[in-house]
T-cell receptor
Framework: GDSVTQMEGPVTLSEEAFLTINCTYT??????LFWYVQYPGEGLQLLLK?????DKGSNKGFEATYRKETTSFHLEKGSVQVSDSAVYFC???????????FGAGTRLTVKP | DAGVIQSPRHEVTEMGQEVTLRCKPI?????LFWYRQTMMRGLELLIY????????DSGMPEDRFSAKMPNASFSTLKIQPSEPRDSAVYFC?????????????FGSGTQLSVL
């Protein structure tokens, strides 16, 4: 079935460091792909999405490119801030069903 | 729109008591999801509904848990009797059309503590 494999954390970085969180997927068809973020004390919220191959989703300085050839959707940010400290979830593709079972997520801590 | 509304925000109860968590999805959304989040287990999908019908409840931990969606604007998650290991944050989420690439909208969660 459709699924994702996400890099496990936790990840600790200094402010202004470069961030990559890896995510690869398996899917039939051509699903939209999503990254969600959970800030402390809140529910998950959409960070960015890409709807087709080679699309780049971006938001708040984060980017992820939908790479069909490598079935990947890695999250990147060139210079992280303390306020980016959160848990990041690569969402499972939902082309064939509504089974939204998230993985463990990757906890990011950014230190000043 | 007010977003997905969950109540109560916090619930403290004693072991053996019945707990009812409530969720109002975004108007017009046809899918609703209940999740439980703990440090040990992460974010677990408990059950989801399409058009008010339960589709998959395989994540419900045991018979003490039950969920209903009597109409498109309201859902409940009930735990009876509650146990200390049920302590967690429970999230409700809704979506318009996941298969068409629509996103999930999450509520703020209910922090449940069972003493």
């Amino acid at each position: 079935g459709d699924s994702v494999t996400q890099m496990e954390g936790p990840v600790t970085l200094s402010e202004e460091a470069f961030l990559t969180i890896n995510c690869t997927y398996t899917a039939t068809g051509y699903p939209s792909l999503f990254w969600y973020v959970q800030y402390p004390g809140e529910g998950l919220q959409l960070l960015l999405k890409a709807t087709k191959a080679d699309d780049k989703g971006s938001n708040k300085g984060f980017e992820a490119t939908y790479r069909k050839e490598t079935t990947s959707f890695h999250l990147e940010k060139g210079s992280v801030q303390v306020s980016d400290s959160a848990v990041y979830f690569c969402a499972p593709p939902t082309y064939n069903n509504n089974d939204m079972r998230f993985g463990a997520g990757t906890r990011l801590t950014v230190k000043p | 729109d007010a977003g997905v509304i969950q109540s109560p925000r916090h619930e403290v109860t004693e072991m053996g008591q019945e707990v009812t968590l409530r969720c109002k999805p975004i108007s017009g959304h046809n899918s609703l999801f209940w999740y439980r989040q703990t440090m040990m287990r992460g974010l677990e999908l408990l059950i989801y509904f399409n058009n008010n019908v339960p589709i998959d409840d395989s994540g419900m931990p045991e018979d003490r848990f039950s969920a209903k969606m009597p109409n498109a604007s309201f859902s409940t998650l009930k735990i009876q009797p509650s146990e200390p290991r049920d302590s967690a944050v429970y999230f409700c989420a809704s979506s318009l059309a996941l298969r068409q690439g629509e996103k999930l909208f999450f509520g703020s969660g209910t922090q449940l503590s069972v003493l």
